[in-house]
């Protein structure tokens, strides 16, 4: 098993009661393997992911519980040990493409950040494998984007600059948090293709959190649903999404977006 | 990026243009008259009349300026009313005095702040952060002029660091910038707890910016994120800051120049608005404009190369 997450807990305590923001959260994922996160927003969907990453670096927030990723728990590392898995086993795409990179910097050097971080290279070999990272994450003229500023692009095109510098070390783990609620519809099609593309062709497991389940339900073959930091259903993608059994799952389905319904709930898109 | 400059560099010359014109103005609208302090009260008026003339004081004041300006542009600076000789002769030695200080000022500026800044932002809480933050709050609104006469107390009478009288460059580089640092220091001190407390706040911010947030998903550490991220974008409303703050060194220069009786501008300037010399203030005025002119061009050059997305826009 790669990832073995059990009874994860993130608990804030900086404002009066502590607030329970995930509770008990398990999940296991094998090689290769897409799994999808689904829930509301609020539901600690977040939360478990940047808890995974080691992104929750705030004294008045609790983690608690393991995540034994490749026979080593990750929670309890020091931040030194961590940094020795983010952006190389580990890495993350997140809800916010249009914040999420440097404004000031170029985007081949954003890319390959972790290639500087974790393994000695010559500049010529850095930039040949963040243009090979960029043309994985489907960015069209990797040479052109190499040399441009964030604000140069679109949104879909700063995702999938996200993904190029998350794959560029070609992690075991990709977190994708909402990777396409901030984008449209034909580029959220898109990107989803180019993840699954990624994980066939490089065999990269994904941890896919969205609060669309017929999105999900495109992309996945296992899927989690949360409700308030709880997971209150699990199972294959399909029988959650054709037999819900909680009120709350048939509630995400019945309120997913007409549009992807029309098109068979959001399959081959 | 050319076209900007351009229009930045016309930007820079009307600016000039408009301030000599309005000091112009401004000294034919106040009362006093150049031939009181030259001729004496005792003068008669035939006297008087034919010193106008012979300055070019019975012209309009638009044919005066054109004159003024057309011998500027070619250098000429025009002559003293008062001392009857030419005003760059004048004026360039003190010109100098000041200059040197403003710079020094600046200078203490950037070293004593950037240093500050980060130490407080990295140590948000910290004891450093906490003692920085206390005395920012006190210097920030302590006048120039009080902080000069404070550390003439200090360091001249108390603790006897230097000896209250001015050291002119020809003894020596050193000896003179050793007496400069403590007037630089009054001017610098006020604004430098500004931006302290502006470094530490944009450095603050930044660090809660979602691109940090990658950075450390990288597997940065908190001291690389500070450097290769943070450092960069939190530096450009500082730049800002620092540009504008150009003018108020200029201007604490010439106060903090009375306190230390340094034989700058600021003497020269007072004493001329005295005499109505209007040639020598003039071209004080025009000089200390053109600085702060120069340098918050220099500082738009440099933010534009530090925030790619202006160009963009
Ligand atoms: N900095 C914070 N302080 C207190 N509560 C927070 C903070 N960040 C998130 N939360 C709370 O944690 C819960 C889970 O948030 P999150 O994981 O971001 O939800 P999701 O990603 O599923 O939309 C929410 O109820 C949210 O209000
Ligand atoms: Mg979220």
Known sequence: MMLDIRDLSVVFTDRGAPFTAVDRFSLQMEEGEIVGIVGESGSGKSMTAHALMGLIRRSAVTVSGSAVFEGTDLLPLSRAELRQYQGRDLSIIFQEPMTSLNPTMRIGKQVEESLRIHEKLSRAERKARALDAMALAGLPDPEEVYRQYPHQLSGGMRQRVMIASALVLRPRLLIADEPTTALDVTIQAQILETLKDINRKEGTAILFISHDLGVVKALCSRVVVMKQGEIVESGPVDDVFYHPREDYTKLLIASRPKREKLRGGGDNE | ?313
């Open chain 2, 1 to 313: 990026m050319g076209k900007t400059l351009l229009k930045r560099a016309g930007l820079l010359i009307g600016t000039l243009l408009l301030v000599s014109m309005l000091a112009f103005v401004a000294f034919s609208v106040i009362p006093g008259d150049p031939t009181d302090s030259i001729l004496g009260i005792e003068a008669t008026e035939e006297q008087r009349l034919a010193l106008r003339a012979q300055l070019g004081l019975d012209q309009p004041i638009y044919q005066r300026y054109w004159s003024w300006l057309t011998a500027f542009v070619t250098g000429d600076f025009g002559q003293s009313y008062k001392y009857n000789m030419p005003v760059s002769g004048l004026v360039a030695a003190q010109a100098k005095v000041t200059l040197v200080l403003a710079a020094v000022s600046f200078v203490l500026i950037v070293v004593i702040s950037l240093p500050l800044g980060l130490i407080s932002a990295r140590h948000q809480g910290g004891i450093v952060d906490r003692v920085v933050t206390v005395l920012t709050q006190v210097t920030m609104s302590v006048p120039n002029f009080i902080m000069g006469l404070g550390l003439m107390f200090l360091f001249a009478l108390v603790l006897k660091w230097f000896e209250p009288k001015y050291i002119p460059l020809e003894d020596g580089l050193g000896a003179h910038l050793r007496f400069m640092v403590f007037p630089a220091l009054a001017i610098a001190l006020p604004k430098s707890a500004m931006t302290v407390k502006l470094l530490r706040g944009s450095i603050l911010g930044e660090m809660g910016q979602d691109y940090i947030r990658t950075a450390y998903s990288k597997g940065n550490s908190q001291g690389s994120a500070l450097w290769r991220h943070v450092l960069r974008n939190a530096m450009i409303p500082v730049v800002t800051f620092l540009a504008m703050a150009i003018g108020d060194i200029m201007a604490g220069s010439i106060v903090v120049e009375q306190v230390f009786t340094i034989p700058g501008l600021g003497r020269i300037l007072i004493s001329s608005i005295g005499n109505r010399d209007y040639p020598v203030v003039q071209a004080i005025v025009v000089l200390l404009a053109g600085v702060v002119v120069l340098c918050n061009f220099l500082a738009d050059l440099l933010y534009r190369v530090m925030d790619p997305r202006i160009d963009g826009r």
